[in-house]
């Protein structure tokens, strides 16, 4: 059974960090890339970073680009997202994801709320 279970969100003031984490289980983590997105109230989800499946490769959305921080640690087969100088605009649930390097095949985390005051 597949799971992706994000933790860590939560109350910060702008100029703060968080880190999340989103726990895999169910699936070869090493054979899949990993992402997260962020989704704010009646906004569009939009990716913020994307790891290749060895870690060797990182991207990220410019809006976050020399602030969030992503990677991932094969033994404990979790995903990590680095998030510092948070800003009031980066408020929004944050959903971890991860697609096979090859096949058509993609799962979703439940999300973790991160609430940015200013």
């Known amino acids: 059974q597949v799971h992706l279970v994000e933790s860590g969100g939560g109350l910060v003031q702008a100029g703060g960090s968080l880190r999340l984490s989103c726990a895999a289980s169910?699936?070869?983590?090493?054979?899949?890339?990993m992402r997260w997105y962020r989704q704010a109230p009646g906004k569009e989800r939009e990716l913020v970073a994307h790891i290749s499946n060895s870690g060797g490769t990182t991207d990220y959305a410019d809006f976050v680009k020399g602030r969030f921080t992503i990677s991932r640690d094969a033994a404990k087969r979790t995903l990590y997202l680095q998030m510092n100088s948070l800003k009031p605009e980066d408020t929004a649930v944050y959903y971890c994801?991860?697609?096979?390097?090859?096949?058509?095949?993609?799962?979703w985390g439940q999300g973790t709320q991160v609430t940015v005051s200013s």
């Open positions: 994801h991860a697609r096979h390097a090859y096949q058509l095949t993609s799962y």
């Open positions: 169910g699936f070869t983590f090493s054979s899949y890339f």
